[in-house]
């Protein structure tokens, strides 16, 4: 498969958190892309320090909405796992570009996550792709 476009679809699960809107006042949101996972499949606390393959796509500046999506450029495709091995599994990890605006309050979207009971409110990696051309195969290592 060759993989033309990656959107992250992402559901605000309530209001924002210290006000105002993140996307703009940390000055855009940016995603770090691993394929397989930064540590184990779930979240742990080291996956915040854990190297990325892809860091910084973005920075995304959003108005605040219900539904986000964020289209991952061309450079994150090799990352998306298109195989069995890490057990099918990419891992992204979202943060801002500045990491505070020297308030002294907390500042936060909270999203629906992958756990959530409504499917439809669950994160979404959309990944849209093509079958290679016999041009595309013979080039392949």
Known sequence: AVITSVELVLHQESVVIGGGNPFKD?????????LGTFGAARLELADFQAPADLSSVGPYVRELAETYTFSLNRASYPFINKWSVFYGLTQLRLRFKLDSDRNDRPNYIPFYSGDTPD???????IVSYR?????????AP
């Open 26 to 34: 940390f000055r855009g949101l940016l995603i770090d892309v691993k």
């Open 119 to 125: 499917a439809s409110l669950r994160p979404q990696l």
């Open 131 to 139: 079958e290679p051309s016999k041009l595309e195969v013979a080039a």
